[in-house]
């Protein structure tokens, strides 16, 4: 009797656990659709007084937050880079421009050389220990100061060259734990075929060493993917900054930032599903090392 009174309170804490989970879903569900208002009508969302979801704002906005940033009136009026659009240009261009320095710095770290390893370090660690939002700020204010007045770098590519190298010292290291997993015979061999240090490298221990770590680029590809989000600190309207910049200044529209935020949300969830699932497929079209 003892020892049946256990399994009976925790069957039913599990009961009222499951329970209350199914109310809060109910709830849920009630919320963001049965008494939801999906058209683009602002009057029928203040009706709802936040007791249903109001995707009309997604409906009025949402292209402007995916497609760019709308300027509807004055000099400027037209189509200008925002949105996801700059969203996507951030992270790729960081991603690809963010490799060669990546691979130099993992091989320089490595390097038995004094004068290669010890700035290796220093760039890597310097730029680990400082959050990216500082680098953003510096690229943004300080760095025009250092060049004649008018002709600094567009923030877009200053924003840019930010998000490279903060990409490269994290990748760095990520290549460097890949290249630790390559047995150093092979490269030895490689040596007594023929093969230079480059060729080495290139043909035999670098596939190899991103092979090994390939789940860990992945994380980081994602990673870098929201950080670009931070640009909007320094006024860039990427996907997150044009939203805020579209509803701070539209009185009619501004009390649902909520519905709004939860539109961005599931953008960034989709944009990084997709690239776990191209992680996953490079690592079962890679072939392992033999």
Same mark, same amino acid.
Request: charged share 15%; aromatic share 12%; with cysteine.
């Given at each position: 009797?003892?020892?049946?009174?256990p399994a009976w309170r925790a069957s039913l804490a599990g009961?009222?656990?499951?329970?209350?989970?199914?109310? $809060?879903?109910?709830?849920? #569900?009630?919320?963001?659709?049965?008494?939801? /208002?999906?058209?683009?009508?602002?009057?029928?969302?203040?009706?709802?007084?936040?007791?249903?979801?109001? @995707?009309?704002?997604?409906?009025?906005?949402?292209?402007?937050?995916?497609?760019?940033?709308?300027?509807?009136?004055?000099?400027?009026?037209?189509?200008?880079?925002?949105?996801?659009?700059?969203?996507?240009?951030?992270?790729?261009?960081?991603?690809? $421009?963010?490799?060669?320095?990546?691979?130099?710095?993992?091989?320089?770290?490595?390097?038995? *050389?004094? @004068?290669?390893?010890?700035?290796?370090?220093?760039?890597? /660690?310097?730029? *680990?220990?400082?959050?990216?939002?500082?680098?953003?700020?510096?690229?943004?204010?300080? $760095?025009?100061?250092?060049?004649?007045?008018?002709?600094?770098?567009?923030?877009?590519?200053?924003?840019?060259?930010?998000?490279?190298?903060?990409?490269?010292?994290?990748?760095?290291?990520?290549? *460097?734990?890949?290249?630790?997993?390559?047995?150093?015979?092979?490269?030895?061999?490689?040596?007594?075929?023929?093969?230079?240090?480059?060729?080495?490298? *290139?043909?035999?221990?670098?596939?190899?060493? #991103?092979?090994?770590?390939?789940?860990?680029?992945?994380?980081?590809?994602?990673?870098? $993917?929201?950080?670009?989000?931070?640009?909007?600190?320094?006024?860039?309207?990427?996907?997150?900054?044009?939203?805020?910049?579209?509803?701070?200044?539209?009185?009619?529209?501004?009390?649902?930032?909520? /519905?709004?935020?939860?539109?961005?949300?599931?953008?960034?969830?989709?944009?990084?599903?997709?690239?776990?699932?191209?992680?996953?497929?490079?690592?079962?079209?890679?072939?392992?090392?033999?």
């Amino acid at each position: 009797m003892t020892a049946s009174r256990p399994a009976w309170r925790a069957s039913l804490a599990g009961l009222s656990g499951g329970l209350l989970l199914a109310w $809060l879903l109910w709830q849920l #569900l009630g919320w963001a659709l049965w008494r939801a /208002e999906f058209r683009a009508d602002a009057a029928a969302c203040q009706a709802l007084q936040h007791h249903g979801a109001c @995707w009309g704002v997604v409906a009025e906005k949402g292209t402007q937050w995916l497609l760019g940033r709308v300027v509807e009136a004055g000099p400027d009026a037209g189509w200008q880079l925002g949105g996801l659009p700059l969203t996507l240009l951030l992270f790729a261009s960081s991603w690809w $421009l963010s490799w060669p320095l990546a691979i130099g710095l993992a091989l320089a770290r490595r390097s038995e *050389r004094h @004068w290669l390893r010890w700035p290796a370090v220093a760039c890597i /660690e310097g730029v *680990r220990g400082v959050p990216v939002v500082t680098l953003l700020f510096m690229a943004a204010f300080l $760095l025009p100061l250092l060049w004649p007045q008018g002709q600094a770098p567009a923030l877009l590519w200053r924003a840019v060259a930010v998000l490279t190298v903060f990409s490269a010292a994290y990748l760095a290291e990520i290549i *460097r734990g890949g290249l630790q997993t390559v047995p150093q015979e092979q490269s030895e061999a490689a040596s007594t075929l023929g093969l230079g240090w480059w060729g080495t490298q *290139r043909r035999i221990v670098l596939p190899q060493a #991103l092979r090994a770590v390939l789940p860990a680029l992945t994380s980081h590809a994602i990673g870098l $993917l929201k950080d670009s989000s931070l640009v909007m600190v320094i006024g860039l309207h990427e996907l997150t900054g044009g939203l805020s910049l579209s509803l701070s200044g539209d009185p009619v529209w501004r009390a649902f930032y909520f /519905e709004a935020y939860l539109f961005a949300g599931l953008v960034y969830a989709l944009l990084c599903l997709a690239l776990a699932r191209l992680g996953r497929w490079l690592e079962a079209r890679w072939p392992r090392s033999r």
